[in-house]
């Protein structure tokens, strides 16, 4: 079965600055989708960010970037330029693009604190 | 506006009445499935369904039962609940089973 783990359960970072969240995963399988998901306090999953694994560029989405290495099976999240609208939970999750039922397997989430 | 909306957003309920969390869709999806989350453990998926009458179990489906009679709908029903299913719960939906999926606001259910 797949697994992601997410080895920082909380990180802070100054504002303006840039913080990168860890991700690993654990799979088998060579086609498959990585999100990162946020959770502010509103408790709202929004999608941050998306990495098909057969594509070798990098996601990027204004100031939110991953850094996908597949042999290594790391996905991690860079925030440039921090703003405190960042400060949420943040899930990292994996999505099979072979099993039937395709389910999102998440990791247990990294709290991301901006200090002002 | 193209949205996944869940009722109710809180509830406080005693073991053993039964209850409903809805979850509606409008935007067409055809894959639906409900999420608890839990301190340190992140999401768990419970259910899924690929299509209308197309269910089946996730990872955590012990208690809890659901049904897809439109494409639009997918419930989520507690027959008995008990303390342990005090969670956060998410329905979500996609497109196919292999895209981004879209998350409701949310359920805060306690069970006492």
């Known amino acids: 079965a797949q697994t992601v783990t997410q080895s920082q359960p909380e990180m802070s970072v100054q504002e303006a600055e840039t913080v990168t969240l860890s991700c690993t995963y654990d799979?088998?399988?060579?086609?498959?989708?990585l999100f990162w998901y946020k959770q502010p306090p509103s408790r709202q999953m929004i999608l941050v960010i998306r990495?098909?694994?057969?594509?070798?560029q990098n996601a990027t989405e204004n100031r939110f970037s991953v850094n996908f290495q597949k042999a290594a099976k790391s996905f991690s999240l860079k925030i440039s330029d921090s703003q405190l609208g960042d400060a949420a939970m943040y899930f990292c999750?994996?999505?099979?693009?072979?099993?039937?039922?395709?389910?999102?397997?998440f990791g247990a989430g990294t709290i991301l604190r901006v200090k002002s | 506006e193209a949205q996944v909306t869940q009722n109710p957003r809180y509830l406080i309920t005693v073991t053993g009445k039964k209850l409903t969390v809805t979850c509606s869709q409008n935007?067409?999806?055809?894959?639906m499935s409900w999420y608890r989350q839990d301190p340190g453990l992140g999401l768990r998926q419970i259910y899924y369904?690929?299509?209308?009458?197309?269910?089946d179990k996730g990872d955590v489906p012990e208690g809890y039962k659901v049904s897809r009679k439109e494409k639009r709908n997918f419930p989520l029903i507690l027959e008995s609940p008990s303390p342990n299913q005090t969670s956060l719960y998410f329905c979500?939906?996609?497109?196919?089973?292999?895209?981004?999926?879209?998350f409701g606001q949310g359920t805060r259910l306690t069970v006492v």
């Open positions: 990495q098909e694994a057969y594509k070798q």
């Open positions: 369904s690929m299509n209308v009458e197309v269910t």
């Open positions: 999750a994996y999505r099979s693009l072979i099993k039937y039922g395709n389910k999102l397997v």
């Open positions: 935007m067409n999806h055809e894959y």
């Open positions: 799979t088998s399988e060579s086609d498959y989708y």
């Open positions: 979500a939906s996609s497109l196919t089973g292999h895209t981004e999926a879209f």
